[in-house]
C-alpha cells in the first residue's frame, strides 16, 4: 500500500514537472527574431528615431530663413486719375547702415547653430539609445541565468523524487525543491517579459514598429579601457558640442548687437512721378518731379535695444565661460564613476563568481549525501544566483558609465 502511494506521488511530481518543460518550451525562440549589432542599431536609430526627424527640421527652418533675408526691399507703383489730370509715380526705400548684411550674417549664425545644437542632439540621442542597448543585453543575460537556475533546480527536483521515493529523502524535502522549481519558472516568465520589453524599447528609438523585434549582439566582457582624466578633459574642451554652441550663440548675439545699430539708420525714401493735365480751352501741362524723403528718428534718442543686445552679448560669454566649466566638472564625476565601477568588475572577476558556484555545488553534493538539508541547498542556489545578476547589473554599470564618459568628452569609439 505504501508503495502504490509513493508511486502516485512520483507520478504526480513527474506530470508537473513535463507540464513546466513543456511551459518553458513556449517561450518564444529566438529565431523569430532578428539580431542587430551596436553600430547598426545606432545608424538606424540616426536614420528613423522620430524626434531627432523633427529636430532636423529646424535646420531647414533656418535655412530657409536666411535665404528670405536675402530679399531687397520692393519698389511701389501709384497712379491717379481724375476729369483732365493723371499722375504715374514710382517709389523706392533705400536702406542705409547695410541692414541686408546685416541680417543675412545673423540668419547664417543662427543657421549654424541650429546644426550644432541638432549634433548634440544626437550625442545625446547616441548615448541614450546605447544605453538602453546595453539594458537589453542585461536583460537578457538575467534571463539566461534565470533558465539556467530553473533547470538546475528542476533536475534536483527530479532527482529528488526518485529519493523520495527510494526512502533516501523525506516527502517536504521532494516538496521543498519541486516549490522552488516552480518558483523559479515564475521568475523565468517575468524575466522574459522584461527582456522582450527591453526589445520593444529598442524598435521605440529607431521609429519602428514592434511586429518584429531586433535582438542585441555583443558582450561586454571585453570592455576594458583606460583613460587619463588630464588628457579628458583636454579632449572635452576641445570636442565638447556644447562648448561650440555656447561659442556659435555669442556670435548670434554679437551679430544681434550689429543688426539693432544698423537698424538705427533711417531710410532713406527716393520717388520719380510724372503728372499730366490736360484741358480742351488751355494746351495740355505735363511735368516730372524726384523727391527724396529723409524719416525725423526722434525715437533713436531711446537707445535701450542698444543697450539690451550689448548686455546679451555679455551674458553669452559668461554662459559660456559656465559651460566650460560644467564640462570640466561633468568630465571629472564621470571618470570617477567610471573608475568605480571597473573596481567593482575587478572584485566580481577576482573569484566572487567561481567562490558562489562552489559553495552551491557544495552544499548539493552533501545534500544528495544526506549530510545537510534541501533548505541550506536552496539558500546556496539564491546566493549564487544573486551574485551573477549582481555580477551583469555591475557589468552594465561598468558599461553604462564608460558610455557617459565617452559622452561628457564629445567622443565615440565604443565597440563590442
Known amino acids: 500500500m505504501?508503495?502504490?502511494?509513493?508511486?502516485?506521488?512520483?507520478?504526480?511530481?513527474?506530470?508537473?514537472?513535463?507540464?513546466?518543460?513543456?511551459?518553458?518550451?513556449?517561450?518564444p525562440d529566438s529565431t523569430l527574431y532578428q539580431s542587430i549589432s551596436l553600430d547598426e542599431y545606432l545608424k538606424r536609430v540616426g536614420e528613423g528615431n522620430l524626434n531627432y526627424l523633427a529636430e532636423k527640421l529646424n535646420v531647414s527652418i533656418a535655412d530657409a530663413e536666411m535665404i528670405a533675408q536675402k530679399v531687397l526691399p520692393d519698389p511701389e507703383v501709384g497712379f491717379e486719375a481724375g476729369h483732365e489730370t493723371f499722375s504715374l509715380g514710382l517709389s523706392y526705400s533705400l536702406e542705409l547702415g547695410n541692414k541686408r548684411g546685416a541680417r543675412i550674417k545673423l540668419a547664417r549664425s543662427q543657421m549654424e547653430l541650429e546644426k550644432l545644437i541638432l549634433e548634440q542632439s544626437f550625442q545625446n540621442l547616441r548615448a541614450e539609445a546605447a544605453s538602453l542597448f546595453?539594458?537589453?543585453?542585461?536583460?537578457?543575460?538575467?534571463?539566461?541565468?534565470?533558465q539556467s537556475s530553473y533547470q538546475y533546480m528542476l533536475q534536483l527536483s527530479q532527482s529528488d523524487s526518485l529519493r523520495y521515493v527510494a526512502g533516501e529523502i523525506t516527502e517536504n524535502d521532494a516538496r521543498q525543491s519541486k516549490l522552488e522549481a516552480v518558483t523559479l519558472l515564475n521568475a523565468v516568465y517575468s524575466q522574459e517579459a522584461?527582456?522582450?520589453?527591453?526589445?520593444?524599447?529598442?524598435?521605440?528609438?529607431?521609429?519602428?514598429?514592434?511586429?518584429?523585434?531586433?535582438?542585441?549582439?555583443?558582450?561586454?566582457?571585453?570592455?576594458?579601457?583606460?583613460?587619463?582624466?588630464?588628457?579628458?578633459?583636454?579632449v572635452g574642451l576641445d570636442n565638447r558640442?556644447?562648448?561650440?554652441?555656447a561659442q556659435k550663440n555669442t556670435e548670434v548675439t554679437s551679430r544681434a548687437y550689429k543688426l539693432t545699430r544698423a537698424e538705427r539708420r533711417p531710410d532713406i525714401g527716393l520717388s520719380v512721378s510724372y503728372e499730366k493735365d490736360w484741358n480742351r480751352f488751355f494746351p495740355s501741362a505735363r511735368s516730372a518731379t524726384v523727391g527724396v524723403?529723409?524719416?525725423?528718428?526722434?525715437?533713436?534718442?531711446?537707445?535701450?535695444?542698444?543697450?539690451a543686445a550689448k548686455f546679451r552679448i555679455s551674458q553669452s560669454e559668461i554662459q559660456?565661460?559656465?559651460?566650460?566649466?560644467?564640462?570640466?566638472?561633468?568630465?571629472?564625476?564621470?571618470?570617477?564613476?567610471y573608475e568605480a565601477e571597473k573596481k567593482k568588475v575587478v572584485q566580481f572577476k577576482s573569484g566572487m563568481l567561481g567562490d558562489a558556484q562552489k559553495v552551491m555545488d557544495g552544499m548539493v553534493y552533501k545534500y544528495k549525501r544526506g549530510e545537510t538539508n534541501i533548505l541550506d541547498v536552496l539558500v546556496a542556489q539564491r546566493t549564487y544566483n544573486e551574485v551573477q545578476q549582481e555580477y551583469l547589473e555591475t557589468m552594465k554599470g561598468y558599461a553604462v558609465s564608460l558610455v557617459e564618459l565617452e559622452k561628457a568628452c564629445g567622443i565615440w569609439d565604443i565597440r563590442f
Open 2 to 27: 505504501r508503495r502504490n502511494i509513493h508511486f502516485n506521488i512520483l507520478l504526480l511530481l513527474l506530470l508537473v514537472e513535463a507540464m513546466s518543460v513543456h511551459a518553458v518550451a513556449q517561450i
Open 134 to 146: 546595453l539594458e537589453a543585453i542585461l536583460q537578457r543575460e538575467l534571463l539566461e541565468v534565470q
Open 194 to 234: 522584461a527582456y522582450q520589453s527591453a526589445l520593444v524599447v529598442l524598435n521605440r528609438q529607431m521609429g519602428m514598429a514592434a511586429d518584429t523585434l531586433y535582438i542585441p549582439l555583443g558582450h561586454w566582457d571585453e570592455l576594458n579601457r583606460e583613460f587619463y582624466l588630464s588628457e579628458l578633459i583636454k
Open 241 to 245: 558640442i556644447d562648448l561650440f554652441t
Open 293 to 307: 524723403s529723409v524719416p525725423l528718428a526722434f525715437s533713436n534718442i531711446n537707445k535701450g535695444a542698444v543697450k
Open 320 to 337: 559660456e565661460k559656465d559651460i566650460e566649466q560644467q564640462i570640466q566638472a561633468e568630465i571629472m564625476q564621470a571618470w570617477f564613476s
